[in-house]
């Protein structure tokens, strides 16, 4: 197994803490991204793998070798990891033509001249650029600038590929083809990658694991549908899924067997089953969650409970139609069909299910059903 | 502990401790300019409270409070001041005048008037101080041969225009106004029309917006331009030393010349103290000004549109001011070496007077000093202009790979302790005045020191002078084709395994090429007529075409100083198109 495993990694830079005290395993052959806002020490623990950037303290192995420790005073150079790193403006070397940024590290090998040349037309086959050896890289598109970076990396074999957000410089259009060439060539190598993002959306097309970050911390690791479904705290919920989540304050009624009744603003009573195994208190404040989609919207009132809203923008994407609506004085929004007759400024009633929800405790944050 | 763990544990500690190789790069230039630069400095402070090694403070008060004080102190001192504000003063109203109406008006030819400005920096301001004095020498006060006025026009020109501070201010504000123009010119451009539209929007006149919106934005260039200019006034010895003596006009650094010629060196070094001391004095001072507004300095690089001011009837006539001050730092300065250096007598402009005599004539023993070969085939002549491509090429070399060492250091260490330190002492010599430096380099390499033989008198001297002196300028192009390599570039042959001396080969290199080779043309350049610098250094042996000009000048060898001074500029211009046209031909052939 070449797992890759961090152990207590942190990393400051000076006064900053970058990555703190930070556990992950990846396991082998997965594509598993680090998902966070800027600044949040993904890029900072993706070059610390690498090697390129040195753990204040920590351990890191690569299998059952230990790549870095500060304990063991270990610190393998980035050269001897067997890895490969894809950054995000491809950093391919201006003044080389196509074959001579991809031959440059079978040189570093000292691999022989015909072999060279035949790893370098397979690789350039597998990523669809057949035919553009002699070109220099600023006569290429950014699409096809981000495969030569790739072919670049993959043709000394890695067991081992990391990306730092490929994507971000490519427009809409390519980002999407390009996601699932990645997805393609990932399948058809099975290295290990990992994938640095920020874009939610990228990470849950293309992962089998995703790590949440914020802070320099993990806030969560699960495979993307468990992190939509399951978000372990406020952050990761608010992170994950576009538009993001509603969130209103309410208070605890009481509690019962896994089950707590709360006093939601603007919503009204709700019962909730599930609860984990924590005790709550009379009126602790908590705060749900109700992603778009499980928001229903009627124009008559279904039953006498439903909290009534005001419809304010209507936001067509083509596939689904976003509407914002004021229930008392916060504003949420509600996904429905895209065909549909609402208008502006007129009232509307509000239906979900309660699982459907959501609930954190407020001050910890902390998910609780 | 178990042995091997202590055994580990060291090497780690080895590891941690020991520098890595760029490190170690850095580390060595680092001790290498503090070696040069504070050991002659120690010297010279040694030598001028030093009499047979007992302590004096005689050459001090010799230079500060003696009967003699007027005349080796305080009139060279507000001479330099003079000459420095003055040139300053000109140089950068002219240069921003002319950056304005080049890249803000309408002006016809403004993208050819742009280019040739810049001629007049890489002429030498010593030439144009010979052109100057070709032109308005008077024999009847200062004897000689007659200038071209006096002979053509018969007037008599007025001693304080042939030699002294006037003549002196104008030859340095034509060389040095192209600073401000360049530095102010890139700001200008650098002003996105749209901050100036939206004064306008809100209904400010043209003139509040020049006051309010504009000229700010262009204070740090102006600012900066200001400290370039006047600190170069206060080091500059070419220029009085060829127009200030007939009028007895002195400056610091000429008085420092010439009392090392006559063996004061006691009090020369004491003068060289206190102009050093001077010329740091202002740049820190003129520094702090700029640094707290350097914020304004930065624009947008994106979406810029100019708007041109539109001159109307004033097009043509601006057009042709333009036009005659170029020529006049430019092409007249040439036409007139050009033509001296035909005229067998100076003033006679009889056909049958024209010779090319002092280019290719043969050996006249019966005029004297003027009877020597022509230019082209003199052997000493023909060793100087060897010696000073020798010089020059050699600095240029030199300091563009110390310049894109000290670059690479600075950018990749970016933050750590050496980094900051290398950037800062790489740029203390240029608050050296250049005579009074080359005086603390006559000191300290003298003799033996250590493993380095005594240099005084080989060229190893004068390149390491050289490359000292314009270390500020090749760094600072280092260090500015270094940041625009991204980190990535080299991170990925990190990856792939390539070790540095790969990486430097085929990655750093090749993409700093052109900063490489911008930091070589740019010594080159300046080497190429350098006076101050050096006229102290040279030997018989080691003389180049500056020295060599500076001789035949003593001599009042008119013809022969105008042709060299003729043969520098071409020289320097021909290096220059070459180097400007292969560096195309690198760019375009990639």
């Known amino acids: 197994m070449i797992d890759i495993v961090l152990k207590g990694v942190s990393k400051d830079f000076g006064k900053y803490l970058a990555v703190d005290t930070l556990d992950l395993t ?53 050269a001897k990891r067997n890895i490969a790193l894809i950054f995000q403006d491809y950093a391919l070397w201006p003044h ?34 057949e035919g553009l050896e002699k070109r220099y890289p600023n006569e290429l598109s950014g699409g096809q600038q981000q495969r030569v970076s790739m072919a670049r990396m993959l043709v000394i074999e890695p067991k081992i590929l990391m990306m730092d957000e490929p994507l971000s410089n490519l427009d809409a259009k390519l980002r999407s083809s390009m996601r699932s060439e990645i997805k393609r060539l990932h399948n058809n190598i099975g290295a290990t990658t990992i994938y640095v993002t920020h874009d939610q959306e990228e990470a849950m097309a293309l992962s089998d694991m995703i790590t949440v970050m914020n802070n320099g911390k993990v806030q969560q690791t699960a495979s993307p549908l468990e ?48 609860i984990q195994n924590v005790t709550l208190k009379k009126d602790q404040s908590v705060i749900i969650g109700i992603r778009p989609e499980d928001i229903t919207l009627y124009s008559s009132n279904p039953d006498k409970n439903s909290a009534e809203a005001t419809i304010i923008t209507i936001l067509p994407t083509g596939s689904e139609t976003l509407v914002e609506i004021k229930l008392g004085d916060k504003i949420i929004s509600a996904k429905v069909e895209r065909h549909n007759s609402y208008e502006i400024n007129t009232k509307v009633y509000l239906a979900f299910e309660s699982h459907s929800i959501h609930l954190f405790d407020s001050e910890s944050g902390r998910r609780l059903n | 502990m178990s042995l091997s763990e202590t055994a580990k544990r060291r090497i780690y500690l080895i590891k941690q401790y020991s520098f890595s190789s760029y490190q170690l790069i850095g580390i060595i230039i680092l001790a290498l300019l503090m070696f040069l630069l504070f050991t ?40 330099t001041l003079k000459l420095s504000i003055g040139m300053t003063v000109f140089s950068v109203l002219i240069g921003s005048l002319l950056a304005w109406l080049v890249i803000r008006t309408d002006l016809p030819g403004r993208k050819i008037i742009e280019k040739v400005s810049i001629i007049s920096y890489i002429i030498p301001s010593w030439v144009i101080g010979i052109a100057w004095i070709t032109v308005f020498h008077n024999s009847s006060f200062f004897g000689g041969f007659p200038g071209l006025l006096e002979s053509f026009f ?65 204070l740090p260039a102006l600012l900066s331009s200001v400290i370039l200019t006047f600190s170069k006034g206060l080091g500059t010895f070419g220029v009085p030393a060829f127009l200030g003596p007939p009028v007895r006009f002195n400056v610091l650094p000429t008085v420092i010349f010439s009392m090392i010629n006559t063996g004061s060196l006691g009090e020369a070094y004491t003068l060289a103290i206190i102009t050093t001391i001077i010329g740091i004095l202002t740049i820190y001072m003129n520094m702090k000004l700029i640094s707290a507004r350097q914020s304004f300095a930065t624009m947008s690089g994106k979406g810029m549109r100019m708007k041109l001011f539109h001159l109307g009837n004033w097009k043509w006539p601006l057009f042709t001011v333009v036009c005659v001050w170029i020529a006049i730092a430019t092409l007249i300065p040439l036409l007139v070496l050009l033509l001296q250096s035909l005229m067998f007598f100076p003033g006679n402009f009889s056909l049958s007077n024209f010779t090319l005599h002092f280019w290719i ?28 491509l020798h010089l020059s090429v050699l600095s240029g070399l030199v300091a563009a790979l110390i310049g894109f060492l000290i670059g ?61 002196k314009r270390l500020p300028f090749a760094s600072r192009t280092g260090i500015n084709s270094m ?98 046209k292969f560096q195309n031909i690198g760019i375009l052939g990639e």
């Open chain 1, 26 to 78: 990846i396991k082998e052959h997965d594509f598993h991204t680090l998902l966070g806002p800027s600044g949040c020490g993904k890029t900072t623990t993706l070059r610390m793998v690498a090697g390129l950037e040195e753990p204040t303290s920590g351990d890191i192995f690569i299998g059952k070798h230990a790549v870095f420790s500060s304990k063991n005073l270990i610190n393998v150079s980035p």
């Open chain 2, 483 to 580: 940041m625009q390599i991204g980190k990535e570039l080299e991170e990925s042959a990190v990856v792939l395994g390539a070790n540095l001396w790969r990486r430097f080969r085929k990655i750093v290199f090749p993409l700093a090429k052109n900063g490489f080779i911008a930091g070589f043309l740019l010594t080159f350049i300046t080497v190429m007529r350098e006076l101050d610098l050096i006229i102290l250094l040279v030997t018989p042996k080691t003389q180049v075409l500056p020295t060599i000009i500076y001789r035949y000048a003593e001599e009042s060898v008119a013809q022969f100083t105008n042709a060299l001074a003729l043969v520098i500029v071409i020289l320097t211009l021909v290096v220059y198109f070459i180097v400007q």
């Open chain 2, 40 to 79: 002659p400095a120690a010297e010279i402070i040694r030598i001028s409270f030093s009499n047979k090694d007992a302590f004096t403070t005689h050459y001090w008060s010799r230079v500060l409070t003696s009967r003699l004080s007027r005349f080796i102190f305080y009139r060279p001192l507000i001479n």
């Open chain 1, 227 to 274: 992190l939509y479904d399951h978000p372990e705290n406020i952050f990761v919920a608010g992170f994950v899924g576009n538009p993001p989540v509603n969130l209103l304050n309410g208070r605890v009624i009481k509690q019962g067997l896994q089950k707590v009744l709360i006093n939601s603003d603007f919503l009204g009573q709700i019962n909730i089953d599930n």
């Open chain 2, 154 to 218: 018969r007037v008599k020109v007025p001693s304080q225009i042939s030699y002294g501070l006037f003549p002196i201010i104008v030859v340095l504000t034509l060389h040095y106004f192209p600073y401000t123009f360049l530095l102010t010119a890139s700001s200008l451009r650098s002003i996105d029309s749209h901050l100036e539209e939206t004064g306008e929007i809100l209904g400010a006149s043209r003139i509040r917006i020049l006051r309010k919106i504009t000229f700010p934005i262009i």
């Open chain 2, 361 to 388: 004539g043969k050996e006249m023993p019966q005029l004297g000093d003027a009877g020597e070969p022509g230019v082209l085939f003199n052997s000493g002549i023909i060793r100087a202009i060897f010696n000073s």
């Open chain 1, 96 to 129: 080389m033509t196509v074959f001579d940024n991809i031959k440059f590290g079978l040189e570093v090998l000292h691999i022989k001249k015909n072999e060279v040349k035949r790893k370098i037309s397979r690789i350039l086959e597998n990523v669809h650029l």
């Open chain 2, 408 to 468: 690479y250091v600075v950018v990749k260490g970016k933050g750590t302790l050496l980094s900051k330190l290398l950037e800062q002492f790489s740029f203390l010599p240029y608050l050296m005045p250049g005579l009074p430096f080359a005086a603390t380099y006559l000191v300290l390499f003298a003799h033996r020191i250590g493993p380095i033989p005594a240099l005084y008198g080989t060229m190893t001297l004068l390149v390491l002078i050289s490359v000292v």
